[in-house]
């Protein structure tokens, strides 16, 4: 298994761990659906402890989460008007940067998007987290350790442009993509407190400037 596989298995199975997390939030359902019994989530925090920073505090999911497990696990489309409602909320919440300019250094940003660690046992706290956008995205060209489970970001800028409109978007994608996607697989980097302000527009610069690999 390849370092990206290894990448992409521990993040599926961190989901998979998230959409437990809801267990005690509904009866059992038809079958015995094992996302929606207080029994299975006793399990899994009897199975799991402490261990630094990684706490089990992390497997309880936020409403979002719960609700698009929900309807995942029920094969159903989650209805409109609860998708509106969690991408309205998401929405209000963004925070923009208070000196209004939204890019920082882009080789800075690079190093953020290659940057795997952050927030795991083993991390010290308190020390940068990493955003590990190749995981996800391809950035590059000719990097054959990018993920292709997100959107492909390459030439961002060159196919977008750099509006105000596309930097104010871009940026609300990056602070909470359930902003424009209710059960978005993309994790909430400004909301979460993931990364910084600066590390935000260390990223975005590497997605705006012309002079950015990206956009080569």
């Known amino acids: 298994m390849n370092k ?10 961190a989901a998979v761990l998230a959409g437990c997390a809801g ?8 079958g015995g659906n094992p996302f929606a019994t207080a029994s299975f989530h006793e399990i899994l925090t009897k199975d799991f402890s402490d261990k630094g920073q990684a ?3 992390r497997l309880q999911q936020t409403q979002s989460q719960y609700e698009c497990s929900k309807y995942a696990y029920l094969g159903e489309k989650m209805p409109d008007a609860v998708a509106k409602e969690i991408e309205s909320k998401a929405q ?12 920082g250094d882009w080789k800075a940003g690079l190093k953020v998007a290659e940057d795997g660690k952050g927030m795991q ?11 590990n956008c190749l995981a996800c995205h391809k950035m590059i060209a000719n990097d054959p350790s990018q993920g292709n ?8 800028a060159k196919l977008r442009g750099d509006s105000a409109a596309i930097l104010k978007y871009t ?3 990056i602070y909470n993509s359930e902003a424009f996607n209710s059960c978005s697989y993309m994790p909430p980097f400004g909301a979460h407190k993931i990364l910084t302000e600066q ?14 690999p990206v956009n080569k």
């Open 121 to 131: 046992w083993s991390d010290k706290p308190g020390s940068p987290n990493g955003g």
């Open 23 to 30: 267990a005690k939030q509904e009866a059992a359902g038809p």
């Open 149 to 156: 489970i997100g959107p492909e970001l390459y030439h961002y």
């Open 171 to 173: 940026w609300a994608r």
């Open 199 to 212: 590390q935000m527009k260390d990223v975005m610069a590497l997605l705006m400037d012309p002079n950015s």
């Open 55 to 57: 706490k089990v505090s």
């Open 92 to 103: 209000a919440g963004v925070v923009y940067p208070a000196d209004g300019k939204y890019l």
């Open 4 to 13: 990206l596989a290894l990448i992409v298995s521990a993040a599926l199975g």
